[in-house]
């Protein structure tokens, strides 16, 4: 028969994040931003990502007190939106994704460019002092770049985490070196992904399960 | 300013495509595999993922016959949900997804389980011929093994693709070992998420996108 496995939640979380903070190197992060690096580690299952992360030194806190101050969470695509646990919410915050309305595809077609970036256009509204999750389309970090570059509303915080092999260590490479002074965090590379966006976010709204259950 | 970037989405998918067909070992796996192969490296961007992927050998035919014949795709978090390409699969198959049903508690407390794997059992009356796409838990994937060992119905098709750092590698390891003789497709490892899940089942569904648009 099978072996048996550890059935308790506690337990489970307990010994997982205590795993991640004997693996993952940790000290360069500022306070907060070790939470987020526990939490999206623990969301891809790989300690070497906190290698990966880069941010500004602010970025804790102005997603902190963002969501505090009821700031929507605007996300790329569902999953990124089905991911963000709601009661951690701080101030009943939106979730907003959105790509699927019906604008979208003939948006697209008007810039020429992907459904991903269209979508992100229809922001523009709610965007100053949102916080942004970026957890597939490379296309869609590059548009909001773009955006912000020609005077779009600066969010609060962009959480940059597109994934592949097309566009996404470039996209974020862009988002790092940071020229307009936006507060983000961001996975250098290829990685990336949707459990990580909202993981990201939901750090940023509860911390650790360790310290609140 | 920004460098230019590609924008046009079947440009996109094209080149990343190539990329991933050009860097991962995909000569190992059978028809049908190759594409699931494809799809969960591209939702990671991790091209390794090949070599630790287990199957048995009809898992593809397996899986694309039962969602031929209208075969729910049980979930194990919302998601896994969310990442399934509705207008792909076949027969208008059915998305479920137990975990935030209101008995769900209740029956955690009740088996001395997590609520993943007391929502695995509401799957029951559907599981024999479904697809099982398992993303996030790990107690999930061991309670459903041991539903089997009990007696319960057997998928057609289970894809094994919990992440962490407790439970998952052996959960996996469990259902690869597959002394049930369930056809199956696993990460091995600490790796997976809902992300791969999602794209197994979008595989599996469609092939992928450079056959189909």
Redesign the interface.
């Given at each position: 028969?099978?072996?048996p496995?550890?059935?308790?939640?506690k337990a489970?979380y307990a010994?997982?994040f205590k795993?991640?903070r004997a693996e993952a190197r940790l000290d360069r992060f500022p306070r907060g931003l070790d939470q987020v690096a526990v939490r999206l580690i623990?969301?891809?299952?790989?300690v070497d990502v906190a290698d990966r992360l880069a941010f500004s030194d602010g970025a804790f806190e102005a997603g902190r007190a963002a969501l505090e101050a009821g700031a929507p969470v605007l996300c790329d695509c569902?999953?990124v939106?089905?991911?963000i646990i709601r009661r951690y919410l701080p101030a009943g915050n939106e979730v907003i994704v959105t790509l699927n309305r019906a604008e979208v595809p003939a948006r697209a077609q008007a810039i020429?460019?992907?459904?991903s970036?269209a979508a992100v256009e229809l922001w523009e509204p709610l965007l100053g002092g949102a916080v942004v999750a970026i957890g597939n389309a490379?296309?869609a970090l590059?548009h909001l770049?773009?955006l912000i570059?020609a005077g779009a509303p600066k969010p609060a915080l962009i959480l940059g985490f597109p994934?592949?092999?097309?566009?996404?260590a470039?996209?974020k490479a862009?988002l790092a070196a940071n020229p307009r002074g936006c507060d983000f965090v961001a996975l250098r590379?290829?990685?990336?992904?949707?459990?990580m966006a909202?993981a990201a976010v939901n750090a940023l709204a509860a911390g650790l399960p360790e310290v609140e259950t």
């Open positions: 028969g099978m072996r496995y550890e059935r308790d939640p489970i010994q997982s795993t991640v623990h969301a891809c299952g790989m569902e999953m939106g089905a991911g020429g460019n992907t459904r970036a490379p296309t590059f770049l773009e570059d994934v592949g092999f097309v566009g996404a470039e996209s862009e590379g290829r990685r990336g992904g949707s459990a909202s």
